[in-house]
């Protein structure tokens, strides 16, 4: 009975690092040309620098924590400062875009479905009209529309 606790328990610490890895990948996927990944953006002053802002707004949340949202050009971000940091330090919750400008994990809007699928392999999930693929608390989410990718979104820490 040892061996199958053990070897459970070592299945699961695979499993847990697979999902780590996915949600280290996921952080590191967007890419757009000519710009850092607006994900290592930490400082509230570089939100609005990252590129040229269409709309910022920050909210009053319980607890003191403020939300933001700030649409780019080719995207929109949403997150939160900490309490404990309020309003300096930015935690993205969420990032989306309907830009073929974007790439993530080679990907873009407009590519063909069989690719997104191709491209995710087994880590791929099928709902509706959406592919995803999650880590252990973040998530890449495909939305398809006529077989084609029309947008792309990260949805951060949601595990």
Known sequence: MSIIVLFSTVALADQFGE??????????????????????????GDLRGWA???????????DGVKSFLVKWPEATASGFFPTSHCCTEVVFGKLVTSSAKWTF??????????????VLGLRARREGSLIKSCGLNDCIVFTIENGHVSEIALLLYTG
């Open 52 to 62: 040229p802002t269409m709309f910022y707004e920050e909210k009053e949340l319980e």
């Open 19 to 44: 999902l780590e890895s996915i949600d280290a990948q996921i952080h590191g996927a967007p890419a757009f040309p000519g710009r850092v990944n607006p994900l290592s953006i930490t400082k509230k």
């Open 105 to 118: 994990f080679g990907l873009r809007v407009g590519d063909p479905e069989e690719r997104v699928l191709s």
